[in-house]
């Protein structure tokens, strides 16, 4: 199998550190490029994250520096769940900006779009706000990209409010553009993220797998869920799932529309399952023990990986 080339636009955040992490080794896998973007906690933090973790897996992969905001609206934060720098827990050795190639995201993107035979994927593990600024700014380019892959908004009660998951929220505007954009869109939804989770024992079968499995299980142990939930849930990886093992989730067609007007829903994802004009497939199920399993499996690959 060809490797798949991929972009990340990312929020780290410590389940976006996994994310990476896992992509970043991953046989199937051609990272060309990582955007940092606000999200989480603010673009200074994010960049930085994502920095120290390439310097940490002794990995090349160029960063270029996305969105400071949203589009539209105030940024929101969730430097509870993620502490201030976003990834409390661990501590990692400061990397310096040799990585960085100066530039514009979206322009950049493109740039590796263009560049490319094959056409390019793109992963989306925080606010949509670059992908948008891309499909705007060069929107010949939707031409050269193989499909979207999204961690983010939800069939039912929203994790930043009622109706409205955190990715999405964060930036609605941008959201709605990557939705309305014509591409192939696959989404884990907030609700996969909740039902795919790690017990304490496959965390700690994580904790005995090198550097990588202390630096991941030192971070999940860290995150305190708003709700409580004593589970370790780990999001973002999802999205990973979705390019590397499809089969462990069930995918159903559905026009999904992003809220932009409401007082109480903005930034909700209506999920219409039974349009005749579906714009994404939404994974509705997960197999837990699978996504475990490969979870734990994709963690050793990286800490084998690693040089
Ligand atoms: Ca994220």
Same mark, same amino acid.
């Given at each position: 199998? =060809?490797?798949?080339?991929?972009?990340?636009?990312?929020?780290?955040?410590?389940?976006?550190?996994?994310?990476?992490?896992?992509?970043?080794?991953?046989?199937?896998?051609?990272?060309?490029?990582?955007?940092?973007?606000?999200?989480?906690? %603010?673009?200074?933090?994010?960049?930085?994250?994502? @920095?120290? /973790?390439?310097?940490? /897996?002794?990995?090349?992969?160029?960063?270029?520096? %996305? !969105?400071? +905001?949203?589009?539209?609206?105030? &940024? $929101?934060?969730?430097?509870?769940?993620?502490?201030?720098?976003?990834?409390?827990?661990?501590?990692?050795?400061?990397?310096?900006?040799?990585? $960085?190639?100066?530039?514009?995201?979206? =322009?950049?993107?493109?740039?590796?779009?263009?560049?490319?035979?094959?056409?390019? =994927?793109?992963?989306?593990?925080?606010?949509?706000?670059?992908? !948008?600024?891309?499909?705007?700014?060069?929107?010949?380019?939707?031409?050269?990209?193989?499909?979207?892959?999204?961690?983010?908004?939800?069939?039912?009660?929203?994790?930043?409010?009622?109706?409205?998951?955190?990715?999405?929220?964060?930036?609605?505007? &941008?959201?709605?553009?990557?939705? #309305?954009?014509?591409?192939?869109?696959?989404?884990?939804?907030?609700?996969?993220? #909740?039902? &795919?989770?790690?017990?304490?024992?496959?965390?700690?079968?994580?904790?005995? +797998?090198? +550097?990588?499995? +202390?630096? @991941?299980?030192?971070?999940?142990?860290?995150?305190?869920?708003?709700?409580?939930?004593?589970? $370790?849930?780990?999001?973002?990886?999802? &999205?990973? %799932?979705?390019? /590397?093992?499809?089969?462990?989730?069930?995918? *159903?067609?559905?026009?999904?529309?992003?809220e932009l007007a409401g007082k109480?829903?903005a930034?909700?994802?209506?999920?219409?399952?039974?349009?005749?004009?579906?714009? !994404?497939?939404? !994974?509705?199920?997960?197999?837990?023990? *699978?996504?475990?399993?490969?979870?734990?499996?994709?963690?050793?690959?990286?800490?084998?990986?690693?040089?």
């Open positions: 199998m =060809t490797k798949i080339p991929l972009i990340i636009s990312t929020d780290p955040g410590i389940d976006d550190i996994a994310a990476m992490t896992i992509s970043l080794f991953a046989d199937d896998l051609d990272v060309k490029m990582i955007v940092p973007t606000w999200g989480n906690v %603010g673009l200074k933090y994010t960049l930085q994250n994502t @920095l120290n /973790l390439e310097k940490f /897996l002794n990995t090349k992969v160029p960063v270029v520096v %996305g !969105a400071n +905001q949203p589009l539209v609206r105030p &940024a $929101i934060s969730a430097a509870s769940v993620h502490g201030k720098t976003g990834i409390a827990g661990y501590e990692f050795e400061k990397a310096d900006d040799s990585l $960085i190639v100066p530039g514009l995201a979206a =322009t950049k993107m493109h740039e590796v779009i263009q560049e490319n035979p094959d056409k390019v =994927t793109l992963m989306g593990i925080g606010p949509l706000t670059d992908f !948008a600024l891309l499909f705007k700014q060069y929107p010949e380019d939707l031409e050269k990209i193989e499909q979207v892959v999204i961690m983010g908004a939800n069939i039912g009660h929203g994790n930043h409010s009622p109706f409205a998951e955190y990715n999405i929220a964060g930036d609605p505007e &941008a959201a709605s553009v990557v939705f #309305n954009s014509g591409l192939p869109i696959k989404v884990a939804p907030l609700e996969i993220g #909740n039902k &795919a989770h790690v017990t304490a024992e496959q965390m700690a079968k994580i904790k005995t +797998q090198g +550097q990588v499995g +202390q630096m @991941l299980y030192a971070l999940f142990s860290h995150i305190k869920e708003p709700d409580g939930d004593p589970r $370790i849930k780990i999001y973002d990886p999802t &999205a990973v %799932g979705i390019l /590397l093992a499809p089969e462990m989730y069930t995918f *159903k067609k559905a026009r999904v529309d992003i109480f829903t930034g909700a994802s209506s999920m219409d399952f039974l349009s005749e004009n579906p714009n !994404a497939e939404i !994974a509705v199920d997960v197999d837990t023990h *699978k996504f475990a399993d490969w979870f734990v499996e994709s963690v050793k690959k990286a800490n084998q990986g690693r040089k």
